[in-house]
């Protein structure tokens, strides 16, 4: 797992966008830079109690999570954060991850 | 000036439908459930294979076929054909599309057809891998599918709207009793409020009542020139279509569907309001969604969900998914569950809805809602329906 979110800003305007864009819906640029976004605040949460096809699942917290510069992302959640907390962003590969800020 | 599109060349004149099963034989696939309503659809309209010139189809299970290959297996020669994948409101943006091209004299007689057969296991997997953004930002963290994603929705509109589970309840079971009146619905048993509130939960705050029930099934309807409905059939007519795609890219909460961006268009362009609909299929994957286009609507009087849930859907006052909806009747993929919802609107303006009749229904509305591409749904479309003289 590595520290911080990797998201996408647009060259033109700021906007700040998770999963990627190629064409900015606020001005329309097309040149985004790579931004690492380091924290973000939980607005709700559930937890996956089952799925599908899965006969030994473990629940799982997930979170909708507005982030820093403006977008809203799911988030699975390491530790015991709950709406309205601070949380510090991480990703494994491209999922992203949060846990109370420290 | 705007124009205002008029659909007087247009009438669904028959409608179909497969069995809809749970737990299709190994074999089954989408394919036969489409032939199935098919069969059944160009028996309601008194209209021979050959003599259809279009065809529509949503699917999210014929891959890797396309839609030309579907009509080949399927023995069809035409000179119009579309292909919709987006989600819950394909069938109803295939409708669309279908009413147009006749408007147009691009066919005269089309087959809007919809139907999945994933299997469970098969749903599982395309739930993880639905596109770019699940498979790669949210299938790791244990996502499983749109449960998770109206699991959360539906927790912010209880905070945003003063809902409690039990209200949900209501709508689950209003249309499971709805559900008795149609042979094809899977689960038709009554459900209690003890039965709703005793079922193990899935997402919280989804308890298994919540969670539309995947399916194999197929659904057909035929479009086509008013004069040509059977004899005595009674013709329905299109009032006005409304359609709205990532209306707010996925930035918001989510509790306001596209139809808040359509809605004021859609009642404009048939000239009636929420008060005059007789009858509506609103699309119903999770109670949630039900609110939020009823409320995007205009059909909640001052957005007081509650209130209208108790006054009008737990008494069944407000014919709404009056087949039982997908919540009881099933999910053939998504797509198929907007091609239902038309057609029970149909069946109801054409007084043929047996035990679940409305009474007197002149017009009605259907709508279509889904492709949850991270957050919510980004897709939306409805249409009034109008009985024909």
């Known amino acids: ?102 | 000036m705007a124009i205002r599109p008029t659909y007087e060349n247009t009438a669904v004149i028959g409608v179909g439908q497969s069995a809809y099963t749970r737990r299709p034989e190994p074999g089954l696939l989408a394919h036969h459930f489409i032939r199935d309503a098919i069969v059944a659809a160009l028996a309601d309209a008194e209209m021979k294979l050959n003599e259809i010139d279009g065809l529509a189809i949503s699917s999210m299970s014929i891959a890797p076929d396309s839609a030309v290959d579907v009509a080949w297996r399927l023995g069809l020669a035409v000179r119009w054909l579309h292909q919709d994948t987006n989600g819950g409101s394909s069938s109803i943006s295939a409708f669309g599309a279908a009413a147009r091209a006749i408007e147009m004299g691009a066919a005269k007689n089309i087959l809007v057809v919809a139907g999945d057969a994933t299997g469970l296991a098969g749903y599982a997997k395309l739930a993880a891998n639905f596109n770019r953004a699940i498979r790669d930002h949210a299938a790791a963290l244990g996502y499983g599918g749109p449960n998770t994603a109206y699991a959360l929705l539906t927790a912010r509109q209880m905070k945003a709207y003063g809902l409690e589970k039990a209200d949900y309840g209501h709508m689950a079971i209003a249309q499971r009793t709805w559900a008795a009146g149609n042979p094809f619905a899977v689960y038709r048993d009554p459900m209690t409020m003890e039965d709703y509130l005793a079922a193990p939960m899935v997402v919280d705050p989804l308890c298994r009542f919540d969670c539309v029930p995947v399916v194999a099934g197929g659904q057909a309807i035929v479009l086509a020139h008013p004069d040509r409905a059977p004899k005595g059939r009674i013709p329905v007519h299109i009032k006005a279509l409304g359609y709205s795609f990532n209306h707010d890219h996925q930035a918001t909460d989510g509790l306001k569907t596209g139809a808040s961006v359509f809605a004021k268009d859609l009642w404009d362009l048939a000239g009636v309001g929420p008060d005059d609909i007789n009858v509506a299929s609103i699309y119903d994957d999770y109670p949630a969604m039900v609110v939020a286009q009823l409320d995007d609507l205009g059909f909640i009087p001052d957005h007081d969900a509650k209130r209208f849930i108790h006054a009008r859907i737990k008494d069944r006052s407000f014919p709404v998914n009056t087949w039982g909806g997908m919540l009881s009747a099933g999910q053939p993929g998504g797509t198929a569950g907007g091609l239902n919802g038309i057609s029970e609107v149909t069946l109801q303006l054409q007084h043929r809805a047996g035990d679940r009749q409305i009474p007197n229904a002149r017009l009605g509305l259907s709508t279509g809602y889904g492709m949850t591409m991270y957050r919510y749904g980004s897709t939306a479309g409805a249409a009034i329906l109008e009985r024909g003289a």
Not at chain 1, 1 to 17: D, E, F, H, I, R
Not at chain 1, 69 to 75: D, K, T, Y
Request: proline share 6%.
């Open chain 1, 1 to 102: 797992m590595t520290p911080g979110l990797n998201a996408w800003k647009c060259k033109s305007c700021g906007a700040v966008y998770f999963p990627e864009r190629y064409l900015c819906a606020d001005c329309g640029g097309h040149i985004f830079e790579a931004t690492i976004v380091e924290e973000g605040v939980i607005e709700d949460m559930t937890m996956v109690r089952h799925v599908l096809g899965q006969k030994d699942w473990q629940p799982k917290p997930i979170a909708t999570v507005l982030i820093d510069g403006g977008a809203r992302i799911l988030a699975g959640v390491l530790d015991g954060s709950g709406p309205n907390d601070r949380v510090s962003l991480a990703q494994e590969e491209s999922a992203p991850y949060v846990q109370r800020k420290t």
